[in-house]
């Protein structure tokens, strides 16, 4: 009696061998990202679709995208710092050593001045406290001053990180600090975040927030610069595949203006 056990279990490696090496595997069904969408002019939904588009829609309002040069962080809005309790001012008064030197802005939103006593100047930004001084101190005390006011530490302003980092919570702003310093502090992304669209919820001195989409594979590429984040920032790094979590996160934020592309 003959054996056609070995010859058909042959023909089926074959056959199996042959089915993967045809070069026609199906693709993984993926949406994409802000990144591609920017070249056809709409901002794509994120990941897991069936998101209102009218909601995602990119905003008339976009930030330049264009690769930087420099190493300098980039704003996603232009705006000053406002000053606020424990902030530390390093105030120059040119020629005049007795007036100048480190500040710190008490509970009360003031600083003492020589001369001037207490001077308000919570909610103010280092350049406005400038020209107040120079008011000032030219009313009564000095012949054109030349002064200047440099905010040394910043600490009257928090950001908030959530989502898929290792240690969410408020984190206090010391200086100047990029969105990558800040997921840093926060311990880095998880191995489920979604690290192609992360937004930055910013308020605007018209008062509405907008979420600044952003590609953190791009910045550290290089592609585009690290930006700048300030006081009030709300950091939210996704899971991939819960645009629905996105969407119901942006609506209960109050004054919600849309989306735009970093």
Known sequence: MLNYGIPRLLLLTLLLVASGCGGN??????VPGPAAAGQGGSLAPLRGSNVDEALWARTDQALPDSPTASAAPLNL???DYVLGPSDE???TVFQIPDLSGTRVVNSRGQIRMPL????DVAGLSA???EDLLVTLYSADYLQDPQISVDVSVHASQQITLLGQVVRPGVYPLTGPTTLLQVIAM????T???NEEEVVVFRQEPSGDVYGYLINLDEIIAGIKGDPEVIGSDRIMVPESGLSSFMRGF???IPGFGGYRQY
Do not use: M
């Not at 595997?25 to 993926?30: R, Y």
């Open 186 to 189: 926060g311990g880095g992304p």
């Open 191 to 193: 191995r489920v975040a």
């Open 89 to 91: 001012l390093d105030i």
């Open 25 to 30: 595997k199906p693709q993984p069904n993926v």
């Open 127 to 129: 350049q406005q406290v």
């Open 116 to 119: 001037l006593g207490a001077v």
């Open 250 to 252: 942006s609506i209960g």
């Open 77 to 79: 809005s232009e705006f």
